[in-house]
């Protein structure tokens, strides 16, 4: 079961207008759909791009740019519904600020298959600059989806930094972790990355990376394609990486589960033993620190 799947580390773009914004992602896709790519992943926050169109005024504040921007929601649908079919592919396309029920709005991933369909996963883990903004909810769950037979789940941004939530999507059934990222610092990216290459690690599974950041960030910052260090998965975890705009990787999530569901199944009396060990270990360190601060 081979699929190949195609990264984006893009910087933010201004448009100055919907149909200039379509233009450039229509640009920024040539290249993957030019080598193959069945999926393609791109950034977290790609909508926000959209707020540079809007006045100053509005931009400043989030309840009224997030409002602006639901009049661009069908135009965003139709334009990646559009690219999927044509190309055949399937397109993971960043995230926009959806509107719910309850007038806030939740961070949306939008992924559009080659067949037009149309599956979505929020944003679970808020930053604390998203919970500043007073108008962003977490979502309520995950979703796993298929893509030419291969189970996968999105996390977006934050959410790979959780690694109870992400082994859950495991635990559902997914092979492959998508995680858009939009990141303003380099520890913004580098943690984003040590969390991406422990959940591949935790999980025995792969990792696909899309960050978008600022140019000098940037500079600095991969895309990446990620799997275990494990037996049947290439050599230091990272199967291939790149700050060149695209990272492209062909994955044989066959050849790559049976080593996962026999490392499973090897490990996880060991892991079960160790952990009892260490709860023991903690337990005497606890008494002894009581115990101390009892005779002093």
Known sequence: MRIRIAAAACSVAMPASFEAFARRIRMLLRMPLANGAQVIVLPEALALELVTMLPEGQRRDPAIAFAALQELRSGWMRLFRAIAVEHGVTIVAGSFPVRTRGGRYRSRCDVFLADGGHVFQDKLHLTLGEKALGVIEPGDGFKVFDVHGVPMAIALGHDCLFPLSMRARCEAGARVLIVPARVDRHADALRTRVGCVAQALENRCHVVLSLAAPESVLFNTESAVLAPIADGFPGGGVQVS???????????????????????????????????????????????????????
């Open 242 to 296: 790149a700050n060149d705009d695209w990272t492209i990787a062909d994955l044989d999530i066959a050849a790559g589960g049976r080593s996962v569901e026999q490392r499973r199944a090897r490990d996880d009396p060991q892991r079960q033993r160790s952990q009892r060990g260490a709860d023991d270990r903690g337990r005497e360190h606890v008494a002894r620190v009581m115990q101390a601060q009892h005779h002093a």
